[in-house]
T-cell receptor, first 113, second 111 residues
Protein backbone atom coordinates (compact mmCIF):
# COMPACT_ATOMS: atom_id res chain seq x y z
CA UNK A 1 0.00 0.00 0.00
CA UNK A 2 0.91 3.65 -0.16
CA UNK A 3 1.49 4.02 3.55
CA UNK A 4 1.30 2.26 6.88
CA UNK A 5 -2.28 1.35 7.65
CA UNK A 6 -3.63 0.67 11.12
CA UNK A 7 -7.02 -0.62 12.11
CA UNK A 8 -9.26 0.08 13.81
CA UNK A 9 -8.63 3.81 14.11
CA UNK A 10 -10.59 3.88 17.35
CA UNK A 11 -11.49 1.12 19.76
CA UNK A 12 -13.52 1.34 22.93
CA UNK A 13 -13.51 -1.79 25.03
CA UNK A 14 -14.63 -2.86 28.46
CA UNK A 15 -12.10 -3.57 31.14
CA UNK A 16 -11.12 -7.23 31.11
CA UNK A 17 -11.81 -7.82 27.43
CA UNK A 18 -9.14 -8.77 24.88
CA UNK A 19 -8.35 -6.52 21.92
CA UNK A 20 -6.43 -6.97 18.69
CA UNK A 21 -4.84 -4.08 16.85
CA UNK A 22 -3.68 -4.47 13.28
CA UNK A 23 -0.84 -2.92 11.33
CA UNK A 24 -0.28 -3.21 7.58
CA UNK A 25 3.22 -1.96 6.86
CA UNK A 26 4.42 -0.49 3.60
CA UNK A 27 4.89 -3.28 1.10
CA UNK A 28 8.44 -4.62 1.16
CA UNK A 29 9.37 -3.05 4.48
CA UNK A 30 11.20 -5.56 6.61
CA UNK A 31 11.26 -3.68 9.89
CA UNK A 32 8.15 -3.00 11.95
CA UNK A 33 7.82 -1.19 15.28
CA UNK A 34 4.95 -0.87 17.73
CA UNK A 35 4.82 2.11 20.09
CA UNK A 36 2.35 3.34 22.66
CA UNK A 37 1.64 7.00 23.37
CA UNK A 38 -0.37 7.98 26.39
CA UNK A 39 -2.10 11.35 26.44
CA UNK A 40 0.45 14.15 26.47
CA UNK A 41 3.35 11.75 26.73
CA UNK A 42 6.18 10.65 24.48
CA UNK A 43 6.47 7.42 22.53
CA UNK A 44 6.95 4.22 24.49
CA UNK A 45 8.62 1.40 22.58
CA UNK A 46 6.77 -1.90 22.72
CA UNK A 47 8.16 -4.37 20.19
CA UNK A 48 10.31 -4.54 17.05
CA UNK A 49 10.27 -7.05 14.18
CA UNK A 50 13.06 -7.34 11.62
CA UNK A 51 12.61 -9.83 8.82
CA UNK A 52 12.72 -13.40 10.07
CA UNK A 53 14.75 -12.57 13.17
CA UNK A 54 13.37 -13.09 16.64
CA UNK A 55 11.46 -9.95 17.64
CA UNK A 56 12.71 -7.59 20.32
CA UNK A 57 9.93 -7.76 22.91
CA UNK A 58 11.81 -5.82 25.58
CA UNK A 59 9.29 -2.98 25.63
CA UNK A 60 6.15 -4.99 26.26
CA UNK A 61 4.87 -3.77 29.64
CA UNK A 62 3.38 -7.05 30.84
CA UNK A 63 2.59 -10.58 29.73
CA UNK A 64 -0.88 -9.39 28.78
CA UNK A 65 0.71 -7.86 25.70
CA UNK A 66 1.82 -9.91 22.73
CA UNK A 67 2.43 -9.31 19.05
CA UNK A 68 3.01 -11.35 15.99
CA UNK A 69 3.92 -10.67 12.42
CA UNK A 70 2.71 -13.20 9.92
CA UNK A 71 4.56 -13.77 6.67
CA UNK A 72 6.81 -10.83 7.36
CA UNK A 73 4.02 -8.40 6.59
CA UNK A 74 0.90 -7.74 8.65
CA UNK A 75 1.33 -7.47 12.40
CA UNK A 76 -1.22 -7.77 15.19
CA UNK A 77 -0.79 -6.47 18.71
CA UNK A 78 -2.95 -8.29 21.22
CA UNK A 79 -3.79 -7.01 24.67
CA UNK A 80 -5.47 -9.52 26.95
CA UNK A 81 -7.63 -8.64 29.93
CA UNK A 82 -7.41 -4.93 29.18
CA UNK A 83 -6.97 -2.46 32.02
CA UNK A 84 -7.77 1.25 32.12
CA UNK A 85 -4.08 2.10 32.09
CA UNK A 86 -3.85 0.45 28.67
CA UNK A 87 -5.79 3.39 27.24
CA UNK A 88 -3.48 5.12 24.78
CA UNK A 89 -2.76 5.59 21.11
CA UNK A 90 -0.96 2.59 19.66
CA UNK A 91 1.32 3.51 16.78
CA UNK A 92 2.93 1.25 14.22
CA UNK A 93 5.89 2.15 12.01
CA UNK A 94 7.70 0.35 9.24
CA UNK A 95 11.07 0.81 7.65
CA UNK A 96 12.72 -0.61 4.54
CA UNK A 97 16.50 -0.82 4.45
CA UNK A 98 18.86 -0.32 7.35
CA UNK A 99 19.34 3.39 6.81
CA UNK A 100 15.97 4.43 5.49
CA UNK A 101 13.12 6.45 6.93
CA UNK A 102 10.61 5.05 9.34
CA UNK A 103 6.99 5.74 8.38
CA UNK A 104 4.14 5.73 10.84
CA UNK A 105 0.50 4.82 10.61
CA UNK A 106 -2.20 7.07 12.00
CA UNK A 107 -2.52 4.98 15.12
CA UNK A 108 -5.28 3.18 16.96
CA UNK A 109 -6.81 5.09 19.85
CA UNK A 110 -7.71 2.53 22.50
CA UNK A 111 -10.04 3.49 25.31
CA UNK A 112 -10.69 1.01 28.10
CA UNK A 113 -13.83 1.81 30.11
CA UNK B 1 22.80 4.68 27.10
CA UNK B 2 21.64 7.07 24.37
CA UNK B 3 19.51 9.97 25.54
CA UNK B 4 17.81 12.50 23.30
CA UNK B 5 16.79 15.95 24.50
CA UNK B 6 14.71 18.56 22.74
CA UNK B 7 14.76 22.17 23.78
CA UNK B 8 12.58 24.13 24.12
CA UNK B 9 9.61 22.00 25.14
CA UNK B 10 7.28 24.61 23.71
CA UNK B 11 7.69 27.58 21.39
CA UNK B 12 5.26 30.24 20.20
CA UNK B 13 6.23 32.64 17.43
CA UNK B 14 4.38 35.03 15.10
CA UNK B 15 3.65 33.93 11.58
CA UNK B 16 6.41 34.66 9.09
CA UNK B 17 9.32 34.28 11.45
CA UNK B 18 12.18 31.89 10.89
CA UNK B 19 12.81 29.53 13.79
CA UNK B 20 15.12 26.78 14.98
CA UNK B 21 14.27 23.68 16.95
CA UNK B 22 17.02 21.83 18.77
CA UNK B 23 17.75 18.17 19.34
CA UNK B 24 20.75 16.87 21.25
CA UNK B 25 21.95 13.33 21.84
CA UNK B 26 24.53 11.90 24.20
CA UNK B 27 26.16 9.16 22.10
CA UNK B 28 27.57 10.14 18.71
CA UNK B 29 27.49 6.52 17.46
CA UNK B 30 24.29 6.89 15.48
CA UNK B 31 23.13 5.55 12.13
CA UNK B 32 20.83 8.42 11.34
CA UNK B 33 18.54 11.04 12.79
CA UNK B 34 14.99 11.64 11.71
CA UNK B 35 12.66 14.60 12.30
CA UNK B 36 8.91 14.09 12.53
CA UNK B 37 5.88 16.24 13.14
CA UNK B 38 2.81 15.12 15.02
CA UNK B 39 -0.52 16.90 14.80
CA UNK B 40 -2.91 16.56 17.76
CA UNK B 41 -4.57 13.16 17.80
CA UNK B 42 -2.66 12.02 14.74
CA UNK B 43 0.24 9.78 13.88
CA UNK B 44 3.73 10.94 13.03
CA UNK B 45 4.73 12.38 9.68
CA UNK B 46 8.34 11.99 8.60
CA UNK B 47 9.94 15.31 7.66
CA UNK B 48 13.62 14.69 7.08
CA UNK B 49 16.13 11.90 7.54
CA UNK B 50 19.83 12.69 7.93
CA UNK B 51 22.35 9.89 7.66
CA UNK B 52 25.29 9.92 10.05
CA UNK B 53 27.62 10.83 7.18
CA UNK B 54 25.55 13.84 6.15
CA UNK B 55 25.61 17.38 7.45
CA UNK B 56 22.20 18.58 6.36
CA UNK B 57 19.03 17.82 4.47
CA UNK B 58 16.51 20.21 2.98
CA UNK B 59 12.87 19.87 2.06
CA UNK B 60 10.99 22.99 1.05
CA UNK B 61 11.05 25.46 3.94
CA UNK B 62 12.69 22.93 6.23
CA UNK B 63 16.40 22.43 6.72
CA UNK B 64 17.85 19.94 9.16
CA UNK B 65 21.49 19.91 10.17
CA UNK B 66 23.54 17.31 11.97
CA UNK B 67 26.74 17.75 13.94
CA UNK B 68 27.50 14.26 15.15
CA UNK B 69 30.66 15.18 17.04
CA UNK B 70 28.81 17.63 19.23
CA UNK B 71 25.68 15.50 19.43
CA UNK B 72 23.36 18.11 17.98
CA UNK B 73 20.78 18.51 15.27
CA UNK B 74 18.70 21.53 14.41
CA UNK B 75 15.52 21.86 12.40
CA UNK B 76 15.23 25.26 10.74
CA UNK B 77 11.79 26.37 9.56
CA UNK B 78 11.74 29.37 7.25
CA UNK B 79 8.86 31.78 6.93
CA UNK B 80 6.69 29.96 9.44
CA UNK B 81 2.97 29.50 8.77
CA UNK B 82 0.06 28.64 11.09
CA UNK B 83 -0.07 25.22 9.42
CA UNK B 84 3.38 24.51 10.83
CA UNK B 85 1.85 24.37 14.32
CA UNK B 86 2.45 20.85 15.63
CA UNK B 87 4.73 18.90 17.91
CA UNK B 88 8.13 18.24 16.37
CA UNK B 89 9.99 15.11 17.39
CA UNK B 90 13.50 13.98 16.66
CA UNK B 91 14.59 10.35 16.82
CA UNK B 92 18.06 8.88 16.67
CA UNK B 93 18.64 5.39 15.31
CA UNK B 94 21.36 3.78 17.33
CA UNK B 95 23.83 1.05 16.45
CA UNK B 96 21.21 -1.64 16.93
CA UNK B 97 17.97 -0.58 15.37
CA UNK B 98 16.18 1.25 18.10
CA UNK B 99 14.75 4.69 17.56
CA UNK B 100 15.58 6.80 20.60
CA UNK B 101 13.10 9.66 20.93
CA UNK B 102 13.17 13.17 22.24
CA UNK B 103 10.14 14.41 24.15
CA UNK B 104 9.27 16.87 21.39
CA UNK B 105 8.87 20.61 20.94
CA UNK B 106 5.32 21.91 20.75
CA UNK B 107 5.30 24.70 18.19
CA UNK B 108 2.56 27.29 17.88
CA UNK B 109 2.61 29.76 15.02
CA UNK B 110 0.39 32.74 15.78
CA UNK B 111 -1.44 34.26 12.80
Amino acid sequence: GAGVSQSPSNKVTEKGKDVELRCDPISGHTALYWYRQSLGQGLEFLIYFQGNSAPDKSGLPSDRFSAERTGGSVSTLTIQRTQQEDSAVYLCASRGGMNTEAFFGQGTRLTVV
Amino acid sequence: KQEVTQIPAALSVPEGENLVLNCSFTDSAIYNLQWFRQDPGKGLTSLLLIQSSQREQTSGRLNASLDKSSGRSTLYIAASQPGDSATYLCAVRDSNYQLIWGAGTKLIIKP
